[in-house]
């Protein structure tokens, strides 16, 4: 066990299946930090903790949740508001955020709160994010009295600070964590995030001036059959939209703020919902001082399996977007070679990406491809100063 935070060899009541009892909370206090390492821009905004700040505060009545970004690039010692949250005992539940590039961070901090001194009411101490979600085992190792969210955070984070706020957190009840059973991890089920797309709100931002800004409009794939997906476990293909009316309530927003740029970042912006991405286009020329970019599956510009017609409304679809500030595509071609495509489980052939004369440019002469090697992988965009739909 490399840290050791007091919490014993697996006997800890906070780590038990059973409801668990913790003795007057700081009522209402929730902290989220969000993590940055080498692979997040200093100026990424922290869209996650926000996401979760907003969904505890509407449906928590009486939670106050703080976005505390913990990046050591800008602050050598950031790792310190964290361990000072903990000793204070400030918080009932300390959400950490570790995304991918994160997990020195995380080992950092295993080895600081070794040497913390315990508070009388210590904090849950609760991760999220890729690095938890796909290797649960290996951080409970470091923090065995913490539990991993594993996948989608708002419902199961939703379920642990409400029972450690009244006293009844069972942990074994409370779907898609990992938590240590004795000295055995435990992982419940993961379940689909539909109950999260009829409870979903407007992120609660902080200072928008300060990040490039960040819209959701959907979660999940609707593909899901990619080798290599790091996706939250469960199913591959489960893909939803957000409600129109929250994906506006964030336009305005960063719109009111004077910001004139930012980025949706969906997984998979279109999925399989075509007259969705339409609406929002429809919602974004009325706001024409705003540009944005936005990701997207090769297939979900000219599908090869799709009829005419469904291609046609693909075309419109990116019209639409264009006229209503889209001005970059990052597309993803992962690969220039059919075989190393297949591998991938990505459904699609080279000839979706090639032109015949071996550039990576279809006849229309609007793709950037930026490669290594014609076999390896590669990474494309549509610069939209190029549009040939005028």
Known sequence: ????????????????????????????????????????????????????????????????????????????????????????????????????????????????????RRPQRPPLLVFGGSMPTNDP???????????????????????????VLDGSLHLAGIPGISFMQGDVPSNNPVVTHALWNHQAVKPKRINVDSYFSCVETSRGCHYGHCTFCVRP???????????????????????????????????????????????????????????????????NIRNPRGTQEENDQRIEMLRRLKDAGLVRVYVGVEALCDAQLKRYGKGISQELHLHNDGEALPAEKIWECLRHRFWGSASAFWQMSSWPFQ
């Not at 840290?3 to 913790?22: D, F, K, W």
């Not at 903790?49 to 990046?71: K, S, T, Y």
């Open 1 to 116: 066990m490399t840290a050791h935070l007091e919490i014993g060899t697996g006997t800890s009541a906070m780590a038990s299946a059973a409801p668990v009892g913790r003795t007057t909370p700081p009522r209402g206090r929730v902290a989220l930090f969000q993590l940055y390492g080498e692979l997040q821009f200093s100026n990424w905004e922290p869209i996650a903790c926000e996401a979760l700040a907003a969904h505890l505060e509407q449906f928590i009545p009486g939670v106050h949740a703080d976005i505390i970004p913990i990046n050591p690039e800008l602050d050598p010692k950031a790792l310190q508001s964290i361990v000072g949250a903990y000793e204070a005992g400030t918080y009932a539940v300390m959400g950490i955020s570790a995304p991918q590039g994160t997990y020195a961070l995380v080992e950092e901090l295993a080895l600081a709160l070794q040497h913390a």
């Open 233 to 299: 476990p469960g199913k591959k293909s489960d893909w939803t939209r957000v409600p129109l009316d929250v994906i506006t309530a964030s336009l305005e927003e960063i719109r009111s703020s004077g910001q004139k740029f930012f980025t949706f970042v969906d997984e998979d912006f279109v999925g399989h919902d075509l007259s969705g991405a339409i609406a929002i286009a429809d919602v974004l020329r009325g706001m024409p001082e705003l540009q944005f970019t936005f990701s997207i599956r090769a297939d």
């Open 137 to 163: 085992e290996t951080h409970l190792k470091l923090f065995p009295e913490a539990v991993m969210v594993r996948g989608w955070g708002e419902a199961p984070l939703a379920r642990i600070v409400e029972g």
